[in-house]
């Protein structure tokens, strides 16, 4: 009864987790309990932790159309597409772009700092039926950051998010309809001896 003052409709929201030795999947169903139609966005937020973000390299992305939230945006008119031409993007300021399709290649974040590499798997379904899957990347920088409650001076720098879902888009989930977000992750190391001094 209470969320329907905030929200109109009959739904359920489950979040699904399953752990591994060397993994993390997660998924998120939207489920239509309602005999009307209801508009929705969703994203798996997902804050990734690193010793030094600066330092990683995130692959999987090239080639691949984006918009950045960042840019500004004259009233009225739809923001620039971009196609990402780099296969080894680099965090070194605030970023928040979305990427369309990230669902056909896994995006891969090497840490040297950790030894660690990070690989991610997304898919977006419409009951059975797999959809564009967008992926967001986001990190508040030093500015943001830094003026930022929930986060101290320097913690920016030890993360990244990379968000599996629906952020470009509106969809429409009918009576009785299930959408649902998978993530899976997997954790390994670069080097088994250790971090490697360059």
Excluded at 106 to 122: F, G, L
Excluded at 157 to 183: D, F, Y
Aim: charged residues 25%; contains cysteine; aromatic residues 10%.
């Amino acid at each position: 009864k209470e969320t329907m003052k905030q929200w109109p409709f009959k739904f359920e929201l489950v979040h699904h987790i399953r752990f591994g030795p060397k993994e993390l999947e997660t998924s998120m169903n939207i489920i239509n309990r309602d005999s009307k139609p209801f508009d929705f966005q969703a994203l798996l937020h997902t804050y990734l932790k690193f010793k030094n973000i600066n330092q990683a390299t995130i692959e999987g992305l090239e080639g691949l159309r984006y918009v950045d939230k960042l840019e500004y945006v004259v009233p009225g008119e739809p923001r620039q597409v971009w196609v990402e031409k780099s296969n080894k993007l680099k965090v070194a300021s605030e970023v928040d772009n979305i990427y369309y399709n990230a669902e056909n290649a896994p995006i891969v974040i090497t840490s040297p700092a950790d030894n660690s590499k990070v690989e991610i798997h997304m898919a977006l379904c419409r009951g059975d039926e797999m959809t564009d899957c967008d992926a967001v990347m986001w990190n508040p920088g030093t500015g943001k950051g830094n003026r930022m409650a929930d986060f101290s001076m320097p913690e920016w720098q030890s993360m990244l998010c990379i968000e599996p879902g629906c952020a470009s888009r509106t969809e429409v989930c009918q009576p009785g309809e299930t959408w649902t977000v998978t993530q899976n992750i997997k954790f390994g190391r670069i080097s088994k001896y250790g971090v490697r001094n360059a």
